[in-house]
């Protein structure tokens, strides 16, 4: 068994340790008119593809079987979207109509494996629910994923003000290049660099009541916020449409179709083709004769998820940049043992041998494993977010040892995944092989217990509930669930039958007293502890006595069901 020590081999264009994408060199040739002119000539990148000042591109959220019929209307134009996808279970979905959302133009995007509002989560369970699917995505859908929205919109959180900066980060650990959300200031509010991550200006014409005038209001607003610069446009967001909607909305389409100065694109194509403007570099030069030579180094497309050219000019002509490198054809994942059927007598394994030193076992009995690039995504705890190394050649047994910067002395819980991402060429196919170590850390410090109904309760009721020793009858009151990949203090809330919001929800939480305890969360219209009302303020301070406490709580009916409740008791700030 070989053991690679792979620092020393590595070039100046992979560095060990850097989370910018790992570039590869490119020659230019350039046709001049004269020899002085191939002299003076000059390379620039162009922000779009020739003659274009707008990118359009569509962006359609959730696992919808309406997806289908969107898809259609929209290629009937010469349109294309991404369309940003979770697990929701319906196989029908995934068997009838997931294959169609990715061939002829159309790319899938990272909606988060489970569609749960990321401020609730831990920064394992953040990751976990991002780069865990993104892995399921691509094996599905045998494309990469580099496009991501984030559910319900929600990045920010009252008791959790660190957790942007946290999906920024974790975003950037899968690998993601952007997404057509909260338009040019998202960069901004993930804590990422305006060269890293890339948004949109959305249309919304309107899910329901589809209305063609919404349309060409947006457009108006943004091309002129725009100023003639160019600009990113996508058109979403659900695909809620009526058979009438439909109609509607093919108006706009109609209208807006085939114009010479738009690239209609997806997602992909999009977030590589800005990744490249922004961050290719022109290292040298040379004139021989007529022809001006440019050493170009591009970010490697199996990274970018996209292979489309950069487009350049030079000397008054606009010309493509195309990649000599590919995006994977093929996608697998490793099983337990490390094998996968996409690639037979290929096996990987990784797992953590310390704290902070990470060990890579690979076995290729097949073909050599060619142009091989490695990137290890790692946990957030850890101070890198990704490495990558690059090997000219795999074959027979192998074994990488990685040793990382120290992770912070406490680990995030939840499910913390770490994820080897092995680009390779074999057999001249382009392929990529997935494997993970997964590990659930629980936390030391356990949410309180929370028990929950959505029975109609009278004040006596109430009051009675609210006594620290008083049962809770058991089929009135469910306990709350609070998840693994959850933050202390987050529950999941499950009340068989509770679906319309239209009942009161009483949740009921135990803890021991003997300090005065500031409660945060989502305080609702009554709040009892020990059987006697409080003030209903966002952060409450609690004089709890010594000995068992019950703090009740009521909450009204609304639009929406309760479906979690974020309740943190905590000493009182002095």
Known sequence: MKILWLAVIFSLAFPAVSADLPVYPV???????????AEKAELKFLPLPEGKKVAFSCRWDDSNPRHLQMRNLLKKHGYKATFYLHDSGNKMFWEKVFPALHSDGFSVGNHTWGHRELPNLTPAGILYEILGWSIRLECRAQQPVNAFVVPYGKINSLFFPNVPQTIGSCLKRAGLLGGPDRGPDMPKLLHLPENEWFSSRIIRPGDRNTKPEKFDADIERHLAEA?????????????????????????????????PDW????????????????????????????????????????LL?????????CGGKQFPIRHTRKIPEKIGMANLTGACVLYPGLSAKIRWSTSNKIKIELDNAGAPLEHVLLSLRLPPHFPETVLYRKLDKIIGKNTIEWTVKPACLRRSSGKQLTAL??????????????????????????????????????????????????????????PAHHAVNQRNGVYDVRIPGRRS??????AVLDFTGGTEM??????????????????????????????????????PPGKRPVRQLILILKPAEK
């Not at 992909?268 to 004769?289: D, H, P, V, W």
């Not at 009554?526 to 909450?555: D, H, S, W």
Request: with cysteine; glycine share 6%.
């Open 27 to 37: 020659e230019v040739h350039v046709d001049c008119k004269s020899a002085e002119a």
């Open 227 to 259: 100023k003639g610069k160019p600009v990113h446009l996508t058109l979403g967001i659900h695909t809620l449409h009526s058979d009438a909607d439909f109609l509607e909305l093919e108006k706009s389409l109609k209208k807006y179709a085939h114009r």
């Open 263 to 302: 690239w209609y694109c997806n997602e992909n194509e999009y977030l590589a083709y800005s990744y490249m403007f922004r961050n290719a570099k022109i290292t040298g030069k040379t004139a021989t004769g007529n022809q001006a030579v440019f050493q170009v180094l591009l970010p490697c497309p199996e």
């Open 305 to 313: 998820g996209s292979d489309f050219p950069l487009w350049a000019e």
């Open 421 to 478: 991402q092995l680009d390779f060429r074999r057999a001249g196919i382009q392929s990529r092989l997935w494997a993970a170590d997964q590990q659930e850390i629980r936390s030391d410090n356990p949410a309180y217990p929370v028990h929950c109904s959505a029975e109609p309760f009278t004040e006596d009721d109430l009051a009675k509930f609210a006594l620290p020793d008083a049962p809770l009858p058991p089929g009135q009151f469910h």
């Open 501 to 506: 919001g239209k009942e009161t929800l009483t």
């Open 518 to 555: 500031q409660l945060k969360g989502e305080l609702p219209g009554t709040i009892l502890l020990n059987g006697n009302k409080r003030p209903q303020k966002n952060r409450l301070k609690l004089a709890a006595p010594e000995g068992k406490c019950r703090l009740l709580l009521v909450y």
